[in-house]
């Protein structure tokens, strides 16, 4: 079952950018700013990545069936991967064209000049507000890891995204309101087109981090050296049992495949070596609720075992 610890985070962006989209795209009618433009796309786009979140969240609780027996947790994950998607090319891209296209046909802010200043103030304390929630939440779950290295070792990807979406739209908004401010003192829209540029890349390059991030979870991310080493002191911790290697994968952010091949004493008999394989399970499952899926291999115990091919385990299990 996937977790819903990010959902108050999710709502908490979602409606904040909702409400400053709207806003945002009436100041724009009012002064054709083309940061203006920009941060509304970026807003909009935002509501739309919140809610793409959500529907992540909803489908990968759905029970594992014949087609997918290893549940659907990994939607999660697809869902966050379209995020980055949307955040590159509605956000990033466009407000690219945007500066692009406003720096060569720059034109000033001649009317309602004191709306986007206020739009944008405004904005950035509902963003930052929103940005405090996030914060709150996931600083339970970063323990003592840097919020960089937070982002980098999360396995749910709900608040590191709306953490990365909201530090990003209130850099985006202090970044509109130096242009639109610029643009007012000088009359010189390049300003306002310069800000609109800046926004673009700062999404491009928040977007590229978001999509490398959420890509090695895609791919059959392990559980990490922590947890596989929780995994191996439970295999363990029977005398008589000795791990020659061990492999883990998440199939979602709560959801742990454990494959691992054991040694046995030689004269183990049928039910012994059966029991030894269940209490091995009990184990993991008591010491990492999140391993779901468990399946051990027995093996005699032999001196210089040497696995091979996908056994390997790169020196990490014993080399049995």
């Not at 700013?33 to 529907?55: C, F, K, P, R, V």
């Not at 739209?169 to 306002?192: F, N, P, S, Y």
């Not at 979602?252 to 091995?280: C, H, Q, R």
Request: glycine share 10%.
């Amino acid at each position: 079952m996937a977790d819903k610890g990010g959902n108050t985070a999710i709502f908490a962006a979602l409606g904040a950018n909702l409400g400053i989209a709207v806003l945002k795209f009436g100041a724009y009618l009012l002064t054709k700013s083309s940061s203006m433009l920009a941060e509304s796309i970026h807003s909009l786009a935002d509501t739309g990545n919140q809610i793409l979140l959500l529907i992540g969240g909803k489908a990968s609780r759905k029970k594992a069936d014949k087609e997918h027996p290893f549940g659907h947790g990994q939607n999660r994950y697809i869902y966050a991967f379209l995020v980055s998607i949307v955040m590159f090319s509605l956000g990033g891209l466009f407000s690219l064209y945007e500066g692009w296209e406003k720096w060569h046909e720059p034109h000033a802010i001649e009317s309602w000049a004191w709306v986007p200043i206020a739009v944008l103030v405004g904005s950035i304390l509902l963003e930052g507000r929103s940005l405090l929630v996030a914060s709150k939440e996931a600083r339970t779950k970063r323990g003592r890891k840097s919020w960089f290295g937070f982002l980098r070792a999360a396995k749910s990807p709900e608040l590191p995204v709306v953490m990365l979406e909201d530090s990003a739209a209130v850099t985006g908004l202090c970044l509109a309101l130096v242009g639109v401010v610029m643009t007012v003192i000088t009359g010189d829209g390049r300003w306002d087109a310069a800000g609109s540029g800046a926004i673009g890349v700062l999404l491009v390059v928040v977007a590229i981090f978001l999509a490398i991030e959420i890509k090695s979870l895609l791919v059959c991310e392990s559980a990490g050296p922590e947890k596989e080493r929780i995994i191996k002191e439970a295999v363990t911790s029977e005398d008589g049992i000795e791990l020659i290697h061990l492999k883990t994968m998440h199939m979602g952010p709560e959801e742990i495949l454990v494959a691992a091949k054991i040694a046995v004493g030689g004269s183990v008999d049928t039910l012994g070596l059966v029991d030894a394989i269940n209490d091995a399970e009990a184990r993991i499952r008591s010491e990492l609720p999140e391993a779901r899926l468990i399946y051990i291999e027995p093996d005699v115990y032999r001196e210089n075992y040497v696995p091979q091919g996908p056994e390997r385990d790169d020196g990490e299990g014993s080399n049995r």
